[in-house]
Structure formats: structure tokens, C-alpha cells
């Protein structure tokens, strides 16, 4: 693969040019949960289809929540992410409201 100015990413050196890798994560997290079977606080993520689904570690549940009224109780009960910003709720506050 080359970069900008077309020199070949894979040469080493300290004339060579990488281009700066930034990693994304597969999954958005969309707020924090308890997880209906075992009870145990986990992530709730936005699937491709911008609903709403949840992953358990610990008793390996995988929830989908794809219903209006499964979404509304999901809601409910569902903690936004500690370290987001003031803009960050309110695109998930835009985002619960599209969902519903």
C-alpha cells in the first residue's frame, strides 16, 4: 500500500512515511445495562441496523431488543456512559428518539 506521496507504507527507516492508524471500534456503545438473565451490569451497543443489543460475558446471553416496547423498558432501565460529554447525550437522546 502506498501513502500520500507514494512511497511504499511497508519500507523501514527514517526516511520512510507512515501514514498515522487510528483504531474505531467495531460496535457503538450506546449505555450500560443489566443483563436480564443473570443480572450483572454489562454494555449495550447499537447493531448495524441501529438497534439496540446487548452482550453478556459472564452468562453468555446475547439480547437483541428489537420491538418498540422491548426498546422502551430497555430504556428505562439503561445508564448512559459515565465519561461522555454534554454532546454525546444528546445524540443519544437523538438517537433513543429515532430508535422509537
Same mark, same amino acid.
Given at each position: 500500500?502506498?501513502?500520500?506521496?507514494?512511497?511504499?507504507?511497508?519500507?523501514?527507516?527514517?526516511?520512510?512515511?507512515?501514514?498515522?492508524?487510528?483504531?474505531?471500534?467495531?460496535?457503538?456503545? &450506546?449505555?450500560?445495562?443489566?443483563?436480564?438473565?443473570?443480572? !450483572? $451490569?454489562?454494555?449495550?451497543? %447499537?447493531? /448495524?441496523?441501529? #438497534? @439496540?443489543?446487548?452482550?453478556?460475558? &459472564?452468562?453468555?446471553?446475547?439480547?437483541?431488543?428489537?420491538? !418498540? $416496547?422491548?426498546?422502551?423498558? %430497555?430504556? /428505562?432501565?439503561? #445508564? @448512559?456512559?459515565?465519561?461522555?460529554?454534554?454532546?454525546?447525550?444528546?445524540?443519544?437522546?437523538?438517537?433513543? $428518539?429515532?430508535?422509537?
Amino acid at each position: 500500500m502506498k501513502d500520500e506521496e507514494g512511497r511504499n507504507e511497508a519500507m523501514s527507516g527514517p526516511t520512510a512515511t507512515r501514514l498515522e492508524r487510528r483504531t474505531v471500534p467495531a460496535l457503538e456503545q &450506546f449505555g450500560i445495562g443489566n443483563c436480564p438473565i443473570c443480572r !450483572r $451490569e454489562v454494555a449495550i451497543y %447499537l447493531a /448495524r441496523t441501529k #438497534r @439496540p443489543f446487548l452482550n453478556c460475558g &459472564f452468562c453468555s446471553a446475547r439480547v437483541f431488543f428489537n420491538g !418498540r $416496547e422491548s426498546i422502551k423498558l %430497555l430504556l /428505562r432501565g439503561m #445508564r @448512559p456512559i459515565k465519561d461522555q460529554a454534554d454532546e454525546g447525550r444528546l445524540a443519544n437522546q437523538e438517537r433513543k $428518539e429515532e430508535i422509537l
